[in-house]
C-alpha cells in the first residue's frame, strides 16, 4: 500500500474555530485529493491538486481551502468550521493519471459542535 | 463522467463467485471503468479498471459488454472479507474526469 497518511485521525471542534487536517504522502505522487463522505452522499470531491502549489477546486469546496507546498503534503483548511462540515475527510493520491488507481489514507472524522 | 446504476444491496454465499454489476449506458468512448470498495469506515481500495477487454487481476474480474453499457465485476471465491461497498464509477482521468463515488452496491459474503 502507499504510504499515505491523515492526521489528526479524530477532532472534536467548534462552530467558527478553524481546523486543518493533514494528508501526507511518501510515495512521491504528483495529484493528491480531499473527499469527505457524509451518509447519503457517497464521497465527494472537496479540493485537488496536480503538483506543489497547483491545486482546483471540486464539487463541494465553499468553505475549504488547500495548499500544497511540498510534493508529499496537502493541507486542508476550514477557515471557520460550521456543523454541516462534521464528516469524514478522505486524501488519496496518484502517481499518474493513468493508472486509474487512486491510493487513499484511513480517514479523519471531523465533528464540529 | 459517465452516470453509473448498481444495485443497493446483494448477499453472497461465501466460496461461491460475487457478480456485481453496473449499468453505464452513457459511458462515452475514452471513458474507462473503475472499480473501487470500501470496507466498514477505510478509505476506498481500487480494484481494478477496464476501457473494452475485459481484465482480470489478482482481486476480480472486469467484463465488459461489447456495447460498453454495463459490466460486470467478479469476485471469484468471496470470502468473509469481502463484505464491502462496491463503487463502479465511469470517468476518464487522462482528460480530467475526476472519480465520483456514488452510493455503490453492499455486498454482504455470508457464510
Known amino acids: 500500500d502507499a504510504g499515505i497518511t491523515q492526521s489528526p485521525r479524530h477532532k472534536v471542534t467548534e462552530t467558527g474555530t478553524p481546523v486543518t487536517l493533514r494528508c501526507h504522502q511518501t510515495e512521491n505522487h504528483r495529484y493528491m485529493y480531499w473527499y469527505r463522505q457524509d451518509p447519503g452522499h457517497g464521497l465527494r470531491l472537496i479540493h485537488y491538486s496536480y503538483g506543489v502549489k497547483d491545486t482546483d477546486k471540486g464539487e463541494v469546496s465553499d468553505g475549504y481551502s488547500v495548499s500544497r507546498s511540498k510534493t508529499e503534503d496537502f493541507l486542508l483548511t476550514l477557515e471557520s468550521a460550521t456543523s454541516s462540515q462534521t464528516s469524514v475527510y478522505f486524501c488519496a493520491s496518484t502517481p499518474g493519471l493513468h493508472t486509474g488507481e487512486l491510493f487513499f489514507g484511513e480517514g479523519s472524522r471531523l465533528t464540529v459542535l | ?111
Open chain 2, 1 to 111: 463522467d459517465a452516470k453509473t446504476t448498481q444495485p443497493p444491496s446483494m448477499d453472497c454465499a461465501e466460496g461461491r463467485a460475487a457478480n456485481l454489476p453496473c449499468n453505464h449506458s452513457t459511458i462515452s468512448g475514452n471513458e474507462y471503468v473503475y472499480w473501487y470498495r470500501q470496507i466498514h469506515s477505510q478509505g476506498p481500495q481500487y480494484i481494478i479498471h477496464g476501457l473494452k477487454n475485459n481484465e482480470t487481476n489478482e482481486m476480480a474480474s472486469l467484463i465488459i459488454t461489447e456495447d460498453r453499457k454495463s459490466s460486470t465485476l467478479i469476485l471469484p471465491h468471496a470470502t468473509l472479507r469481502d463484505t464491502a461497498v462496491y463503487y463502479c464509477i465511469g470517468a476518464n482521468m487522462e482528460y480530467g474526469n475526476k472519480l465520483v463515488f456514488g452510493a455503490g452496491t453492499i455486498l454482504r459474503v455470508k457464510s
